[in-house]
């Protein structure tokens, strides 16, 4: 029988919790302060803790909390301690996620949201118990400055392999930041493949590139009859999830009226198919990336706050290729060696204009835009190596084509993308969707695009 221990100082709470969480089967233990949390944590051993981490001797503070959650932690590391926090306190449910807390959970408890978040616990506590050596983060340290499938040696780069390292062994949501084309989806790749969920899938949902009246299907599947078409029940992205992550990409392009569903499931992992009853429970991982800033969206109105607390308690942030200092030269160097060993083009490295030119563009379309320019350069260069225009770049100016260099970077910036969007519907005789997909933007980003740069199709 699985042990749960209850740490909370409020005898009301103690009791609604004891009275709701009795038909679940557990191996029910309830403290009301540290000292007695401790010896209930070494009699029985709990898989799971909930622990308030307001208590006695510090009730309206949280040290003793945090206390007692190193002490857990240090004793028995395997335990899946969910906190406690004040309704708003985003900042001490962080602090505990990264003092190794599992998970968090919002005053006042909503009983069936807890369920979800303990059952979690439970099944990830048996896959650590089982297999301890899925956990990579105690072996890895700091030191580790590089990390398999990534190219970059860059500062902002360590930190981005530190912290996938060390979510990977937890199983809070991770946001994942940055601009089009910077890494997200390799970042999200590459916390499931050393997390504890390894051995189930990652599903991927896009949610900018799906019509808003398909998403709801697309996420949760349909029963057979549920709308015209619907010849047969379909199961959902997120039924596919079970026991995996799933990946919300450019979740910020999510219509209003989906965060809400979207929020209700990650409450409580339970959902129904479109035309449906039954409620099918998941149990998975999630994990968003966005190149939009979601506070200012959320300011705006166009993001829901509680979705945003719920997906960023835990954010990566992936810098801009022009930050990355010299990782643009080894990323290229990749690039062409991995392209002229597919196209069987023998091309012998880069000019030193070409160098030079590559560390002085400003890269909008970040790393996938360097891929692009390589790929078609190992193509179109007729030498033994490539220059800078075969990369069409210009190695005189510090920023991209026929800038003076007198303008600002922001300026700049702009150019570049109406630019770049003008050649994308000239490659693609207008198609939205593939001059979006070629520049690495969902569909909505390039419609913003258009009209930002009042662009007619
Ligand atoms: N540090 C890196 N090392 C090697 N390859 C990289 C690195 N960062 C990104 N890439 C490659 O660049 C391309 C774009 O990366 P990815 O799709 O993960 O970006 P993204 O930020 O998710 O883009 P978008 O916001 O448009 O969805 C991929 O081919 C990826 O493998």
Same mark, same amino acid.
């Given at each position: 029988?699985?042990?749960?221990?209850?740490?909370?100082?409020?005898?009301? %709470?103690?009791?609604?919790?004891?009275?709701?969480? @009795?038909?679940?089967?557990?191996?029910?233990?309830?403290?009301? !302060?540290?000292?007695?949390?401790?010896?209930?944590?070494?009699?029985?051993?709990?898989?799971?803790?909930?622990?308030?981490?307001?208590?006695?001797?510090?009730?309206?503070?949280?040290?003793?909390?945090?206390?007692?959650? @190193?002490?857990?932690? $240090? =004793?028995?590391?395997?335990?899946?301690?969910?906190?406690?926090?004040?309704?708003?306190?985003?900042?001490?449910?962080?602090?505990?996620?990264?003092?190794?807390?599992?998970?968090?959970?919002?005053?006042?408890?909503?009983?069936?949201?807890?369920?979800?978040?303990?059952?979690?616990?439970?099944?990830?506590?048996?896959?650590?118990? =089982?297999?301890?050596?899925?956990?990579?983060?105690?072996?890895?340290?700091?030191?580790?400055?590089?990390?398999?499938?990534?190219?970059?040696?860059?500062?902002?780069?360590?930190?981005?392999?530190?912290?996938?390292?060390?979510?990977?062994?937890?199983?809070?949501?991770?946001?994942?930041?940055?601009?089009?084309?910077?890494?997200?989806?390799?970042?999200?790749?590459?916390?499931?493949?050393?997390?504890?969920?390894?051995?189930?899938?990652?599903?991927?949902?896009?949610?900018?590139?799906?019509?808003?009246?398909?998403?709801?299907? =697309?996420?949760?599947?349909?029963?057979?009859?549920?709308?015209?078409?619907?010849?047969?029940?379909?199961?959902?992205?997120?039924?596919?999830?079970?026991?995996?992550?799933?990946?919300?990409?450019?979740?910020?392009?999510?219509?209003?009226?989906?965060?809400?569903?979207?929020?209700?499931?990650?409450?409580?992992? %339970?959902?129904?198919?479109?035309?449906?009853?039954?409620?099918?429970?998941?149990?998975?991982?999630?994990?968003?990336?966005?190149?939009?800033?979601?506070?200012?969206?959320?300011?705006?109105?166009?993001?829901?706050?509680?979705?945003?607390?719920?997906?960023?308690?835990?954010?990566?942030?992936?810098?801009?290729?022009?930050?990355?200092?010299?990782?643009v030269l080894?990323?290229a !160097?990749?690039?062409?060696?991995?392209?002229?060993?597919?196209?069987?083009?023998?091309?012998?490295?880069?000019?030193?204009?070409a160098r $030079?030119a590559m560390l002085?563009y400003?890269?909008?379309?970040?790393?996938?835009?360097?891929?692009?320019?390589?790929?078609?350069? %190992?193509?179109?260069?007729?030498?033994?190596?490539?220059?800078?225009?075969?990369?069409?770049l210009? =190695?005189?100016?510090?920023?991209?084509?026929?800038?003076?260099?007198?303008?600002?970077?922001?300026?700049?910036?702009?150019?570049?993308?109406?630019?770049?969007?003008?050649?994308?519907?000239?490659?693609?005789?207008?198609?939205?969707?593939?001059?979006?997909?070629?520049?690495?933007?969902?569909?909505?980003?390039?419609?913003?695009?258009?009209?930002?740069?009042?662009?007619?199709?």
């Amino acid at each position: 029988m699985h042990s749960l221990l209850i740490v909370d100082d409020n005898e009301d %709470v103690r009791s609604q919790l004891r009275w709701g969480l @009795s038909k679940e089967g557990y191996d029910l233990h309830l403290a009301g !302060d540290g000292e007695e949390a401790m010896a209930l944590f070494r009699k029985h051993a709990p898989g799971v803790v909930t622990l308030d981490l307001g208590l006695p001797p510090d009730p309206e503070g949280t040290s003793e909390g945090f206390r007692l959650l @190193s002490e857990m932690l $240090k =004793e028995c590391p395997e335990t899946q301690v969910i906190v406690i926090t004040g309704h708003h306190d985003k900042k001490n449910a962080l602090k505990a996620i990264n003092s190794g807390a599992y998970d968090f959970c919002r005053k006042p408890v909503d009983l069936s949201e807890i369920k979800v978040l303990i059952n979690r616990g439970f099944y990830l506590h048996s896959l650590r118990s =089982e297999n301890a050596k899925v956990l990579p983060v105690a072996a890895e340290g700091r030191t580790e400055d590089f990390m398999e499938g990534f190219i970059g040696t860059c500062s902002a780069m360590k930190e981005v392999y530190y912290s996938i390292r060390k979510v990977a062994a937890t199983d809070v949501p991770v946001l994942v930041t940055g601009e089009s084309g910077t890494g997200k989806e390799l970042v999200a790749r590459a916390i499931h493949a050393r997390g504890l969920r390894k051995a189930a899938s990652m599903v991927t949902i896009n949610c900018g590139a799906i019509p808003e009246n398909l998403l709801e299907a =697309e996420f949760f599947g349909h029963e057979k009859g549920a709308f015209t078409g619907a010849i047969s029940r379909v199961q959902g992205k997120v039924e596919y999830a079970d026991k995996g992550t799933l990946f919300l990409d450019e979740i910020g392009d999510l219509p209003f009226n989906m965060q809400v569903k979207l929020l209700r499931f990650l409450q409580e992992m %339970v959902f129904q198919r479109v035309g449906g009853r039954a409620d099918i429970l998941v149990n998975t991982r999630i994990i968003a990336a966005t190149n939009v800033d979601l506070e200012e969206a959320m300011n705006a109105g166009r993001f829901r706050e509680d979705l945003y607390y719920r997906i960023g308690v835990v954010s990566i942030h992936l810098p801009p290729l022009r930050e990355r200092e010299d990782d643009v030269l080894l990323l290229a !160097d990749m690039f062409l060696e991995q392209m002229s060993r597919e196209n069987n083009v023998a091309v012998n490295g880069f000019t030193a204009s070409a160098r $030079k030119a590559m560390l002085h563009y400003s890269w909008p379309g970040n790393v996938r835009e360097l891929e692009n320019k390589v790929r078609r350069a %190992v193509i179109m260069a007729g030498g033994q190596r490539i220059s800078a225009e075969d990369l069409n770049l210009d =190695e005189r100016a510090p920023q991209s084509s026929g800038q003076p260099a007198n303008v600002t970077l922001k300026e700049a910036r702009n150019a570049v993308e109406k630019e770049m969007v003008d050649a994308a519907l000239k490659r693609f005789s207008g198609n939205i969707v593939q001059a979006a997909k070629s520049i690495g933007v969902s569909r909505p980003t390039f419609y913003d695009l258009l009209k930002k740069h009042d662009i007619s199709v």
